[in-house]
């Protein structure tokens, strides 16, 4: 009996880990977006770095800056406090600068069906 409850803890364990280890450590660790897009989950802190390609303005008049990178695009609301950062306003395009966005994965400044990153910091970063 104790083997078979070793087992199955082992195997829960194994299931749950490649579903957990794309997070990194609270969301350090910088990931394409294609695969935060894949496995972010309501309410995850998660890292992306890209070329902001337009904007546009989300529920309550916050900016909407739709961030992409070589895997894909992801929708990043910018709270006022943040905007000087992305050195840009709405409407405009690519900058061609490259910025890593760390946030919380929420769909609530979006419009509904739209998930994205709620971007808690913003920095420059040098382009590859």
């Given at each position: 009996m104790h083997r078979l409850r070793a087992l199955l803890l082992v195997s829960l364990i194994?299931?749950?880990?490649?579903?957990?280890?794309?997070?990194?450590?609270?969301?350090?660790?910088?990931?394409?977006?294609?695969?935060?897009?894949?496995?972010?989950?309501?309410?995850?802190?998660?890292?992306?770095?890209?070329?902001?390609?337009d904007t546009t303005t989300g529920s309550g008049s916050i900016l909407i800056a739709f961030l992409q990178d070589a895997t894909g695009q992801v929708a990043v609301a910018v709270p006022e406090s943040l905007t000087r950062k992305l050195e840009m306003r709405q409407g405009e395009g690519a900058s061609g600068q490259r910025y890593r966005v760390t946030g919380r994965w929420d769909h609530k400044h979006m419009d509904s069906d739209t998930w994205g990153i709620y971007a808690q910091a913003i920095e420059r970063v040098a382009n590859p």
């Open positions: 194994a299931c749950l880990a490649p579903s957990l280890a794309w997070k990194g450590e609270n969301g350090a660790s910088v990931r394409p977006i294609s695969e935060v897009l894949a496995n972010a989950e309501s309410g995850d802190i998660v890292s992306v770095e890209g070329s902001v390609r």
